[in-house]
């Protein structure tokens, strides 16, 4: 089984039976927070997508103890996501990629904000300065 959290954190479970079940389960059981940093691996996994963003004023994100999560939000209202989509691939397509895979893992509604276009050819790539 994958690992969803991060090594050294979360809580592992070596040997759970749930009633009715078939026996053995081996799983980790991750920390509250945590999710975010799950949702951060499966979208930064969808390709298209440069990386993470953290919204206009670079607030939004996801704050855990001693680390944040940025671009990710994730409440009773649903999952909130910004990306930086490549300039190279359709834009709409790579977001409907996003909704789909965080959909997966995640409370609904998933909310994709494609908050700028990433050109490779571009040498003047703010993120480098």
């Known amino acids: 089984m994958s690992d969803l959290t991060t090594p050294g954190r979360g809580h592992p479970v070596d040997e759970q039976v749930r009633p009715g079940g078939s026996g053995r389960v081996l799983t980790d059981v991750p920390e509250p927070g945590s999710l975010a940093e799950v949702v951060a691996a499966v979208v930064l996994a969808v390709p298209g997508v440069v990386r993470l963003h953290g919204g206009p004023f670079g607030g939004l994100g996801t704050y855990l ?15 909130e996501v910004h990306v930086v989509v490549s300039a190279t691939q359709p834009v709409a397509a790579t977001a409907a990629r996003v909704q789909r895979a965080v959909s997966a ?21 703010p993120t480098e300065e």
């Not at 944040?68 to 209202?77: M, S």
């Not at 409370?107 to 790539?125: E, G, I, S």
């Open 65 to 79: 103890p001693g680390r944040r999560v940025t671009g990710v939000r994730v409440d009773d209202d649903g999952t």
């Open 105 to 125: 893992v995640a409370p609904m509604p998933v909310r994709v904000h494609v908050d700028d276009l990433d050109d490779p050819a571009d040498p003047a790539d």
